[in-house]
């Protein structure tokens, strides 16, 4: 019996470490893939006043992009306070582009847009190459927060929680 007892010992001393380090690689690479940051997309919005923006002309101003329809309950919910946030942040560099999804009538974006008046940039995905390009987006809505420097900072799917997005948009501002 003394004979197994220090092997044993080893063996669960063996499997600690194992357990240990799957703990701290698993926690390392979630924290890494915290760290890194995703580029937006190349791409160019085309506004329904006639504008084109690229996601290169953004830079330098904190974005938020949001991804809707007129025939979505959810997104009309949310608008006002888009309205409210762009009306908060705009004199500190918030751009926001609201891009209508593909399926979206141009002629009812553009009421809405008209009726509603909208303060911010609104586009037209008529073809959903910008849908396609920040991630294959069918859900809407769908808001991409940008930094400065062109990276996503968070997705939101669904009407966000305003007082976290504000805090994250207070902070990308300052930096």
């Not at 600690?16 to 890494?32: D, N, Y």
């Not at 329809?69 to 500190?92: D, F, H, N, W």
């Not at 294959?136 to 809505?141: A, F, G, H, S, W």
Request: aromatic share 10%; glycine share 6%.
């Amino acid at each position: 019996m003394s004979k197994h007892f220090p092997r044993r010992l080893v063996g669960l001393t063996i499997i600690q470490i194992m357990t240990i380090l799957a703990v701290l690689g698993v926690g390392l690479f979630f924290a890494l893939s915290l760290m890194k940051k995703e580029p937006v997309p190349q791409v160019t919005f085309k506004t329904i006043d006639g504008q084109q923006l690229t996601s290169e002309s953004l830079r330098g101003k904190v974005v938020l992009v949001n991804f809707w329809a007129t025939s979505c309950t959810t997104c009309i919910k949310e608008m006002p306070e888009l309205v409210q946030t762009y009306g908060k942040y705009r004199e500190r560099g918030l751009e926001l582009v609201a891009v209508a999804m593909s399926y979206d009538p141009p002629n009812y974006v553009l009421n809405f847009a008209q009726t509603r008046q909208l303060p911010f940039k609104v586009a037209l995905d008529a073809d959903g190459s910008n849908a396609l390009a920040f991630g294959d987006v069918k859900l809407t809505p769908t808001t991409f927060l940008i930094d400065k420097q062109g990276n996503i900072l968070k997705r939101y799917v669904g009407i966000p929680e305003f007082s976290s997005m504000h805090a994250l948009i207070e902070k990308a501002l300052s930096a």
